[in-house]
């Protein structure tokens, strides 16, 4: 297993640090924008821009195209219509968590990737915690709904799905994480305008693009070149870099994030079964790195 370097903790941690303030971000934007055109919005900005300055990466499309209707529509289709539909910041920034546990679970047979017994339990301690927040939903104000949650949890499956999607690009040609991020971005943008247009209607679209204030204008492009260029990149040279299984457990980290962005900014206050889910969560990452680091060190030792 190759260790991870200063850089690749680096990039970690930077992906942490955006990703945990995205759902924040996400919120602010859906108060004025649909899901659907917050949706198609973003990864336009995250793509249309570039595209004459940037080639398209040495892949086959179906990757390219893979990985932008997984990530893009998939995951953040599903995530913009829960938080709309109940799903509090900082709860959606942990159930999306589960994002770990669905990749290596898909990585093991599709990838022929190897998963160790610390990695296997650590996710399900993590996927307990997830159950204990579940289990605290409630309909009232400010608190999280089934109905977000289980929306939630389908974009954490579309994230494993795209991170795949990724790693086996990795392994048919090296490319750049940048290029496919941009041109991969260009596929959820026709979709999300079509639904857009089917769920609101183009009277209600072409108002909400005419009243766009400061707030939504900033959510878009934080989400465009914050948490979609510059975030995937860097999770992507992780993915090329190292097995989905060790990499895909550091966004259990953005929750500590999320959590203090959601309650900074809205006064989300977990309720005492949702904190201990959290920890729960977090506990499965410790258990994942330490029991590598654990595992290497004995073998160096041996």
Not at 75 to 92: H, P, R
Not at 158 to 174: D, E, G, K, P
Not at 201 to 208: H, I, R, T
């Amino acid at each position: 297993m190759t260790p991870l370097s200063r850089g690749d903790w680096l990039r970690a941690l930077g992906v942490v640090v955006i990703w945990g303030l995205n759902f924040v971000v996400m919120k602010l934007g859906l108060q004025s924008l649909s899901p659907m055109l917050l949706g198609a919005l973003r990864f336009a900005a995250a793509a249309l821009p570039f595209l004459l300055f940037v080639r398209p990466p040495p892949l086959p499309w179906r990757f390219i195209a893979g990985y932008g209707l997984a990530q893009g529509l998939g995951q953040f289709g599903f995530l913009f219509l829960g938080l709309k539909l109940g799903m509090t910041a900082g709860m959606a920034s942990v159930v999306m968590q589960t994002q770990a546990f669905f990749t290596l679970a898909l990585a093991v047979p599709l990838l022929h990737e190897r998963a160790r017994a610390h990695q296997w339990l650590g996710l399900v301690v993590a996927l307990a915690g997830l159950l204990l927040i579940a289990a605290a939903h409630g309909e009232g104000p400010g608190q999280m709904t089934l109905a977000g949650f289980v929306l939630t949890l389908s974009a954490a499956f579309m994230w494993a799905v795209s991170n795949l999607v990724a790693r086996r690009a990795s392994q048919v040609a090296r490319y750049e994480p940048f290029p496919f991020i941009v041109w991969s971005s260009v596929f959820p943008i026709v979709p999300f305008c079509l639904l857009a247009l089917w769920t609101e209607g183009p009277s209600v679209v072409a108002q909400q693009l005419a009243g766009m204030g400061v707030g939504a204008w900033f959510a878009v492009l934080y989400l465009a070149l914050g948490a979609t260029l510059l975030a995937y990149s860097l999770w992507t040279r992780l993915l090329q870099r190292h097995a989905a299984a060790r990499v895909t457990p550091f966004s259990l980290l953005v929750p500590v994030v999320g959590l203090w962005a959601a309650w900074a900014a809205y006064g989300e206050a977990p309720v005492l079964q949702q904190w201990l889910g959290a920890a729960a969560v977090l506990g499965g990452l410790v258990i994942n790195q330490i029991g590598g680091w654990w595992s290497g060190s004995r073998v160096r030792s041996a």
